[in-house]
């Protein structure tokens, strides 16, 4: 079956439970609190499957210069199909106007995104506060 690409803020907490749980994220446990961000988010994307979740990515903005990569995801079953690279280049439509695309990478996934045309920042470092919710 053909993937099919949607920009939507409606979810079902199922299909974000499991593919969230799909790459191990902590996130697929707070099925109701990822329902509720996928709202707030102000650029969705997905990746479907029939009626599958695929994969997503999610973005937030300041409306004029800068976007925030928040969530870059892909199921396992979904990956090396070019699903991945057709979500940011999508969000990068969106926002090819903005001065700047930001992320955080993992390590591993460092050459997926400089593929995409991302490069790390000198001397740059993520920095976190995680709070776990039980």
């Known amino acids: 079956m053909a993937i099919v690409y ?39 994307i997905t990746a479907w499957d029939g009626d599958r979740l695929a994969g997503l990515v999610c973005a937030m903005d300041d409306g004029i210069m800068t976007s925030y990569i928040h969530f ?11 699903i991945g690279r057709q979500l940011i280049e999508r969000i990068k439509e969106v926002y090819r106007d903005y001065l700047r695309i930001v992320l955080v990478a993992y390590d ?4 997926f995104y400089e ?14 506060i995680t709070k776990l919710w039980t």
């Not at 870059?72 to 070019?82: H, I, N, R, S």
């Not at 920042?121 to 976190?128: N, R, Y």
């Open 6 to 44: 949607k920009d939507t803020h409606e979810f079902k907490k199922e299909d974000l439970e499991r593919l969230f749980l799909s790459v191990d994220w902590s996130s697929g446990h707070y099925p109701d609190k990822l329902q509720t961000a996928m709202k707030n988010f102000e650029t969705v």
């Open 72 to 82: 870059l995801l892909v199921d396992p079953e979904y990956q090396g199909q070019g």
């Open 108 to 111: 591993d996934k460092l050459p």
């Open 115 to 128: 593929s995409c045309g991302f490069k790390k920042g000198e001397g740059d470092s993520p920095m976190f």
